[in-house]
């Protein structure tokens, strides 16, 4: 069974830039759509960012797009999130998760879509 692992949270300050991992264990990434989802206090989780398994394509919330960058390193089976330009919005738990799939399609922004978890990543942006 796929496992994932988040690391790379942290305490920021407003400007700053942090790299979440996406670390996966118990099969290869090259069959999973990963996606990346925060959940800040009194929220919903919200999807961040996904990319797909074949071809690389990626997609992004509008309130990320230009500020974060999703990636995949195929021979470490780690997906990240490089986060810039942070703010105290963006504070929130952080989490990746796998969905066997080819493409992210429309509703990569659901967590419906998703199958496996990782237990999530505190990210703290403050000055």
């Known amino acids: 069974q796929l496992q994932l692992v988040e690391s790379g949270g942290g305490l920021v300050q407003p400007g700053g830039s942090l790299r979440l991992s996406c670390a996966a264990s118990?099969?290869?990434?090259?069959?999973?759509?990963i996606g990346w989802f925060r959940q800040a206090p009194g929220k919903e989780r919200e999807g961040v960012s996904c990319?797909?398994?074949?071809?690389?394509?990626?997609n992004y919330a509008d309130s990320v797009k230009g500020r974060f960058t999703i990636s995949k390193e195929d021979t470490k089976n780690t997906v990240y999130l490089q986060m810039n330009r942070l703010n105290t919005e963006d504070t929130a738990v952080y989490y990746c998760?796998?969905?066997?799939?080819?493409?992210?399609?429309?509703?990569?922004?659901?967590?419906?879509?998703?199958?496996?978890w990782g237990q999530g990543t505190q990210v703290t942006v403050s000055s």
């Open positions: 998760a796998a969905n066997f799939a080819a493409y992210c399609g429309d509703n990569w922004h659901l967590s419906s879509e998703y199958d496996y």
């Open positions: 990319i797909s398994s074949v071809g690389g394509g990626t």
């Open positions: 118990g099969g290869t990434l090259d069959y999973y759509v």
